[in-house]
Nanobody
Framework: QVQLVESGGGLVQAGGSLRLSCAAS????????IAWYRQAPGKQREVVAL???????NYADSVKGRFTISRDNAKNTVYLQMNSLQPEDTAVYYC??????????WGQGTQVTVSS
């Protein structure tokens, strides 16, 4: 059974940084695409960053240059380094692992709150 556990969220002032972690069990992160999503109150869940099995990364325009997705294969963990945080980055952040188009797994989410 695949499980994803996010951590690292919290309250930070605008301009600050946080690093989110997504620890996986039951699957190998280096073999699968992992994405970070976020959902703000009253808004749809949106993709923030993606890292493919080959290590290619992609980012939403709103976070380009500020967020970095990476993975540590030895720890089977994917990270999201978030710098220059702004109040509009406030959301619950989720990681998602895609084994196949019909086998997608989500973590429970971690709250990020950015105060102005």
């Amino acid at each position: 059974q695949v499980q994803l556990v996010e951590s690292g969220g919290g309250l930070v002032q605008a301009g600050g940084s946080l690093r989110l972690s997504c620890a996986a069990s039951g699957s190998t992160v280096s073999l699968n695409a992992i994405a970070w999503y976020r959902q703000a109150p009253g808004k749809q869940r949106e993709v923030v960053a993606l890292i493919s099995s080959g290590g290619m990364t992609n980012y939403a325009d709103s976070v380009k240059g500020r967020f970095t997705i990476s993975r540590d294969n030895a720890k089977n963990t994917v990270y999201l380094q978030m710098n220059s945080l702004q109040p509009e980055d406030t959301a619950v952040y989720y990681c998602r692992l895609t084994l196949t188009p019909s086998r997608i797994y989500w973590g429970q989410g971690t709250q990020v709150t950015v105060s102005s």
